[in-house]
């Protein structure tokens, strides 16, 4: 009845490794399942990570090379004449970056001919590598004499992070070890030449951390992870005569353990919260675990866009404060929901618990989502909740950050999508995908989802172990599925799923077992806390795990900035598959002011109540910008439906 | 019965000129009356102006000395070694300011020793003056070469304009001319060598521009205002190579009349429209008048905070978009609010529309009065309308603008409540106070002013023009005020007053003659336009001219971030004599949230509501902060009463 095939035993172990490599961490639970043992097949992201992969990673090679990122290596390593070194300082983190999300869809798609292009790049890059095992193509000829003088700003470390995370990349993608014994080569240079004592080191922009947690476990080898420790340790503050400000800024260079809230550069905040995530995992320092907490809680009870977006203020690129979250004025850059993305993954490994994935589902589908546009061509840096029209897709950014970031996160889905602990299997996003792996008692075990998620709530989980065996299957029932129903071959489960957790479903499985979740549909209507200077008697409407907007071009006459909603709010679904790549659109009888708010009056004692009927039609956020720029509001102030005029004659 | 002291005629120009001086200017209606003509007599702004005089501007000429910004001069104009110059580029300024400040102080309060302290700072600071007339102390020496070369930021016109202000103001205080004829042979070398076909000028930080057309009108000479009209031509955009960030930034270097809206630099384009308005009523130009009208319309409708404060961003001290007016963020900065007030000013002398001083009194009373602490010794540089405890008022600032703007502006307050038309007498501002003037008829005419504002709403204006004659009286009906009832000599005026207007009151006025008007002091709930992001579901309490808000000091037990209003809101004034220099506080039966917002989650489907009374009390928003830190909030959430529960038995 089926067709079972199950891994090949005895294989190198580079293939069984997967994003992170947390077989051998005393403190992960939850294990990860390597890329390529997942598939997708079909669903609402196989066509995004399609278009990742035939779109969007090719044509930003082009314009890496166009813009020189490059040629900034070949001119190093070659005796021809290149012309000076083009862009910011960080453009090596870029390419490197480029390689990571390239090697991750190697191991979701094999294509030959973009792993000899990676093995150009390979042998491009090592070339420009100093004697020592330095590499860098900014710190180098005339500014070789500042290597490590400008540590705050510099980004050198920074690099050498994204260096080692595509070597490691690649390598699990191909068993090539080439890019990962350069990266190695630098760490050795490090070891040797800098630290306590020595040159000392800080991550000016955090990044690192997490790429020698990574290293640790790929070589297995203490040392790298101890670096990880110092540049976490935060004991060359006195040293580096860093000033609280800059404390604050890169949330480096002072003891991540006395951290007490996210603060500074978004993007360094969370990276450095991931690397300190990663180090926990392998130590088990209660101090870490500690500080993890108290970040994690301020990042989701005031910090946190609806979307998953993060990072309040364009000033700095940095969060707010405590509920300091403007939607128009939101600099949430792709980047950051990522890192916060990356961060709650570890978080999750380390606990089994359902709230790190509701964080995550939250960002992967809205403010990450929103990051690419559907054509794979153009990209967000920021990803507000409000705009006024104003284009913010682009095909390049000079700070080249986010296009590679949202690659390789998307190349690599699958790997996100399942993992394993000893007592079984977790499924943690429910689209179209096939997993073929094993547990960790050994027996081969492949899972099959089929779904309409996000836009149906049925889901079923074919489950297949190669033989009858009692295990778990933890099944995610997320935060906004308030009635799930759950059926195994047919008679429900003994537990109902409770919301934001996972349901532990303990059996002897075999075979061809059929679990069906049903997932609560019904579209949601988010209040923020009443602290939220911008969102008080506003909603946010949601649908599964998909936040919703109002975009101008789906409104009949109405004035997005003008709408409102009508309470209590209907909001009927419609399927709309010739639609911006196949979307369900939400209708809504809402009101709107009677006369255009513009021509109102800045401050008046009459309140303005919106009362004249307008149809209004909610899209997904993550669309949003994809028909050119266009006014969009995410959260919209709701009233009580107007009572119907007694003086009206009934008709 | 009267004792009635009038002005000798015949006296030396200077005496008679006001703030402006408008008697030429051909598009000006109204005329300011000289500061010297008013007394203030013991009201609300006779405590304000005597702590400006008595502690403000003493205390800052010290601090000034402390930081070395008049021995930035010295040094210049000595043989003997000075240390090296201190403090930012523009330090020269907050000496010319404070100079305008002391001087307008003189003819409010004459004191001898203060002028002197004014003369041996006149001979310190021309000493500094280079032979050519160029006066600055920071390009010149080591920088002197660079003269010139970085006017998009090096403020070497904008502390010209200050000088120009700070010498006239001397000048109409004595009559002493010396700092008065050295700011001229600095513009003297501007007309001689820069402008069309040499050196081209641009005010990076427009200023120069009001001070030029001041000049012209205390001296005649045209050329002083044809160099304004070149500076606001925006002529040498090409030759200065300025790019568009710039010219948003700036608010200069493109034509004044292509401008739309108020953006970049808030100081600086409020200063830019102060000194197009100026340029307006001299030339007449139409194209000045319409851009006037277009930018002052965007900044009452869409940028002002109902404070009178100007600025959303802290990034650039910058306008934000329409309706950006966040109130933890705003960046509001005193001298904004002050420029605001300035612009305002013009527009009122052009028209005699009460729209104009409408937005005065708002900033006067709230946004500007705040900016100097009860005290007179700690500034505000910004005046945000919330704050989570953070310490703004401070002794000092580096970057010194604003406490010697405060003073400048206090200092000088009569001269801001009165003027004359061709028609007769208007009366601004109702504060106790005493005009000995003329009318312009030549007819003198005292008038004196006997209120409880803004506390209270009686007002009694006792006229006196020195032989019986027919003029109107122009008495402001503020827009607060919406039943206002008006008596001449115990009878009713034939015409009520409208809410912002002018109410005219034409007779033949005799001396002892008396107006009584009755303002309304209800307090009233603000709406913002649904528009504004952060105000929307708030209401702002305003009573009189005065804005009140929570501060955190004042509420027994309520969190000011967990309070809300109950609606219908009754507000109960308590007169607290004892109170922060005697102020009326506003109780309110209002509510809270059942437990603290802080304990909530960020994103909930549940409403939460505030429920549980709480006894509120509101404060002045200019007292804000006088006690210390503290959380305060002006925009409070509003919401209907919640009706009594019917399981509640009677008692």
Redesign the interface.
């Known amino acids: 009845m089926f067709l079972l095939v199950f891994p090949i035993f005895g294989q190198p172990a580079w293939r069984d490794e997967g994003l992170l490599e947390l077989s051998r961490s005393p403190q992960a639970k939850l294990h990860p399942v390597p890329v390529r043992a997942v598939q997708l097949t079909g669903g609402f992201w196989t066509e995004r990570q399609r278009i990742t992969i035939e779109r969007s990673i090719p044509t930003l090679l082009t314009l890496l090379e166009e813009h020189g990122v490059v040629d900034n290596f070949r001119r190093l390593g070659s005796a021809t004449d290149y012309t000076p070194r083009r862009g910011p300082l960080y453009t090596d983190s870029d390419l490197y970056k480029w390689i990571e999300g390239a090697a991750w869809s190697l191991t979701s798609r094999p294509d030959p001919k973009l792993e000899a292009t990676i093995d150009r790049l390979v042998d491009v890059i090592l070339a420009a590598q100093q004697p020592d095992g330095y590499l860098n193509t900014y710190w180098v000829e005339e500014r070789a004499g500042q290597r490590w003088q400008q540590q705050t700003s510099g980004h050198e470390l920074y690099c050498l992070g994204h260096m080692i995370q595509g070597a490691i990349a690649y390598y699990r993608a191909t068993g090539k070890r080439k890019l990962l014994d350069g990266s190695i080569r630098f760490v050795e240079y490090l070891l040797r030449d800098t630290g306590p004592g020595k040159q000392p080191l800080l991550t000016g922009h955090p990044e690192l951390e997490l790429a020698l947690a990574e290293l640790y476990r790929t070589t297995g080898d203490q040392r790298y992870l101890k670096l990880a420790g110092y540049l976490l340790s935060g004991v060359e503050r006195e040293r580096l005569k860093l000033r609280p400000s800059q404390l604050e800024y890169m949330f480096s260079g002072s003891p991540f353990t006395e951290r007490t809230q996210f603060e500074g550069h978004a993007v360094r905040a969370l990276y450095a919260a991931t690397g300190a995530a990663d180090y926990y995992l392998e130590t088990g320092d209660p101090a870490y675990w500690k500080t993890l907490q108290t970040l994690w809680a301020d990042l989701?009870?005031?910090k946190?866009f609806?979307t998953g977006g993060v990072g309040s203020r364009?000033?700095g690129e940095s969060f707010?404060?405590a509920y300091?979250l403007?939607?128009?004025?939101a600099y949430t850059e792709s980047c950051a929901a990522i890192a916060g993305f990356l961060f709650n993954q570890r978080m999750l490994a380390a606990t089994g618990d359902a709230k790190y994935t509701d964080v995550m589902e939250r960002a992967l589908y809205n403010g990450i989502n929103s990051g690419m546009s559907l054509d794979g061509t153009l990209y967000c840096y920021r990803n507000p909740l409000?705009s006024?029209g104003e284009k913010i897709r682009n095909s390049w950014y000079d700070t080249c950050c986010c296009p590679p970031n949202l690659q390789r996160t998307f190349a690599a889905l699958g790997g996100y999508f399942y993992s394993t602990s000893k007592n079984g299997l977790w499924v943690h996003f429910f689209d179209n995908s096939k997993l073929v792996w094993r547990l960790e008692s050994g027996t081969g075990v492949q899972a099959e989802v089929k779904t309409g998620q996000p836009w149906t709530g049925q889901v079923e989980i074919v489950v297949s172990p190669a033989k009858a065996e009692t295990f778990t299957l933890y099944v995610r029932i997320p935060s906004w599925s308030e009635k799930t129903t759950v059926s195994i071959n047919g008679q429900p489960a003994e537990v109902k799923g409770t919301p934001n957790s996972y349901l532990p479903l303990r059996r002897e499985w075999k075979a061809g077992d059929r679990v069906r979740v049903a997932l609560d549909m019904e579209p949601?209507?988010?209040?923020?806390?009443?602290?939220?200077?911008?969102d008080?008697?506003?909603v946010?409407v949601q649908r599964g795990p998909l936040v919703y907007c109002l975009e101008q071009e789906d409104q009949a006459g109405t004035q997005v900035?003008d709408a409102a909603m009508s309470l209590p709010a209907a909001l009927v679904p419609e399927e709309k598959p010739e639609l911006l790549g196949g979307i369900t659109v939400l209708h809504h009888k809402g009101l709107t002011?009677g006369s255009p708010?513009?021509s109102?009056?800045?401050?008046?004692?009459?309140?303005?109540r919106?009362g004249t009927p307008a149809e209004l039609t909610f899209v997904p956020y993550y669309v949003f910008h994809n028909r050119g720029p266009a006014r969009m509001e995410v959260w919209v102030?709701a009233v009580a439906a107007p009572t119907a005029s007694k003086d009206q004659p009934a008709r």
């Open positions: 989701v009870n005031s946190m609806v364009s000033s707010g404060d300091e403007p939607n128009r004025q409000s006024g949601r209507l988010l209040r923020a806390n009443p602290r939220v200077p911008e008080y008697g506003k946010a900035f002011f708010l513009e109102a009056p800045l401050y008046s004692t009459k309140e303005l919106p102030p």
